[in-house]
């Protein structure tokens, strides 16, 4: 391990969510279906409510929603789209 790397901060991913409150993200639930949308908010046990939301399976969209809220032990993952 490098000196430079032994000195970088552990990532937390909490944090990196509590600052990307109003960014878009997606969301993947272990029932293999995808939420994307903004969230809207996010509390320490990962569960999050995005706006705008919509719901796919696979690369159809199965649903819109105005707002979801999902539970934080649903997830598999989250992924913080780019913003443009």
């Known amino acids: 391990m490098s000196s430079s790397a032994s000195q970088q901060q552990p990532k937390r991913p909490l944090s990196t969510l509590q600052r990307s409150i109003n960014r878009k993200v997606a ?20 569960n999050l409510i995005l706006v705008d939301a919509e719901e796919y399976n696979g690369s159809e969209v199965v649903a819109n ?9 649903n997830v598999l993952f989250i992924r913080l789209e780019k913003e443009f």
């Open 27 to 46: 969301v993947r639930l272990k029932s293999e279906l995808e939420y994307r949308g903004k969230m809207n908010n996010v509390d320490s046990y990962m």
């Open 65 to 73: 929603y105005g707002k979801v809220v999902i539970r934080g032990n």
